[in-house]
Each structure stands twice: as structure tokens, then as C-alpha cells.
Nanobody, 116 residues
């Protein structure tokens, strides 16, 4: 069992920045990938960014060049640095962990609101 604790969400004006954090605990061995997903009002949940155990990253086209996913293995934590935020980035953001056996775990979600 893996527990994911998220933090860093909030209200920010367009053009601003936020950094989301996700700390993993429990049975954290054999993690294949970690990632961030989001769900905006009236839309389906979508992948935002992912990072594999080997350090490879990928991003949604809508956030590429603005968001950066990173990890701190010593702290068992994954981050999402969000810059140049736009109103369309408003969503609930979820942390996700996938193990090598394909077991998947989710955080509770944190609200990000980009508004003037």
C-alpha cells in the first residue's frame, strides 16, 4: 500500500506560479513512474506530466514549456512546478504512482484556481 500526500494548491493570478508536492510513503519500492493528472469542471481527467524511474519525462501539449515535473528520491517526493499559469489550468490536480506490477495509487487531489 502506498500513501500519497499532496500540497501546494491554491489561488493564483494568470501568469503566476505554483509548485505542487506529493510525498509518498508506505510500500514505496518498485515504483515504475509517478505523475500528475488534472480534472477541470465539465472535463475528463487528463494526464499533465509523468516521470519514469529512469528519469524520462513527458508532458501534455497544453503545458509543455510551462510546467516541469521532478522528483527527490531521498524524500520520496515528486513535484510539479507550474509557471505562466492560465485560467484554463484551473482544475483539481492529482498525484499518481504506478508500480512495476502495474498497481496504481492516487492522492486526494488539490485545487488549483487561476483567476483575476
Amino acid at each position: 500500500q502506498v500513501q500519497l500526500v499532496e500540497s501546494g494548491g491554491g489561488l493564483v493570478q494568470p501568469g503566476g506560479s505554483l509548485r505542487l508536492s506529493c510525498a509518498a510513503s508506505g510500500s514505496i519500492f518498485s515504483i515504475a513512474a509517478m505523475g500528475w493528472y488534472r480534472q477541470a469542471p465539465g472535463k475528463q481527467r487528463e494526464v499533465v506530466a509523468r516521470i519514469t524511474s529512469g528519469g524520462s519525462t513527458n508532458y501534455s501539449d497544453s503545458v509543455k514549456g510551462r510546467f516541469t515535473i521532478s522528483r527527490d528520491n531521498a524524500k520520496n517526493t515528486v513535484y510539479l512546478q507550474m509557471n505562466s499559469l492560465k485560467p484554463e489550468d484551473t482544475a483539481v490536480y492529482y498525484c499518481n504512482v504506478v508500480k512495476v506490477n502495474s498497481a496504481s495509487y492516487w492522492g486526494q487531489g488539490t485545487q488549483v484556481t487561476v483567476s483575476s
